[in-house]
T-cell receptor
């Protein structure tokens, strides 16, 4: 019940295109859904996060869409740039401090110039 | 404001040796989490600590692994008698205190290689 499933495993997109990554979770008690960006050899960096009381959150070129009834959420990267090439992880947990995060398996995104 | 610091960044050990990984949380953060990342996989939770207390160790292997976060100094993840399967990247994250949000900020990781 703690799993988070992420797809696709890898994604190639042309510069200027839209990258879409999907995640599904099982535990309906989760109330905090962050996305992390990780470059090779680096630690994951918090990108954007959403709570289940909103259906969409946008920060710059990054948008999270959330579907509570389907227990799914997705990351859209608009106008993808070569610098966005990285591995993206979705996660799920609880908004109160002191709670572990359950991560998806990751999506490797390659943006071709 | 320095981020989460981890050292060493790379650690090579032979089977049977001990590995000690250190983590200093961000200033003002009192919650520390350790995660393990196997090659081509996502991060898996290991343990959550506050100063001098282990709060949740549900992801920690029962044997050979231990963690501490002393009153003074960094948090330490200790792996005794390492085996090849312990080769992975170990990440530490920190978050603000109990009244804060669960925004976890990660360090650069320690990449452990067991020969």
């Amino acid at each position: 019940q703690q799993q988070v499933k992420q797809s696709p495993q890898s994604l190639i997109v042309q510069k200027g295109g839209i990258s879409i990554i999907n995640c599904a979770y099982e535990n309906t008690a989760f109330d905090y859904f962050p996305w992390y960006q990780q470059f090779p050899g680096k630690g994951p960096a918090l990108l954007i996060a959403i709570r289940p009381d909103v259906s969409e959150k946008k920060e710059g070129r990054f948008t999270i869409s959330f579907n509570k009834s389907a227990k799914q959420f997705s990351l859209h990267i608009m106008d993808s740039q070569p610098g966005d090439s990285a591995t993206y992880f979705c996660a799920a947990g609880f908004k109160a401090a002191g709670n572990k995060l359950t991560f998806g398996g990751g999506t490797r995104v390659l943006v071709k110039p | 404001n320095a981020g989460v610091m981890q050292n060493p960044r790379h650690l090579v050990r032979r089977r049977g040796q001990e590995a000690r990984l250190r983590c200093s949380p961000m200033k003002g953060h009192s919650h520390v989490y350790w995660y393990r990342q196997l090659p081509e996989e996502g991060l898996k939770f290991m343990v959550y600590l506050q100063k001098e207390n282990i709060i949740d160790e549900s992801g920690m292997p029962k044997e050979r692994f231990s963690a501490e976060f002393p009153k003074e100094g960094p948090s330490i993840l200790r792996i005794q008698q390492v085996v090849r399967g312990d080769s992975a990247a170990y990440f530490c994250a920190s978050s603000p205190g109990s009244l804060g949000k669960n925004e976890q900020f990660f360090g650069p990781g320690t990449r452990l290689t067991v020969l």
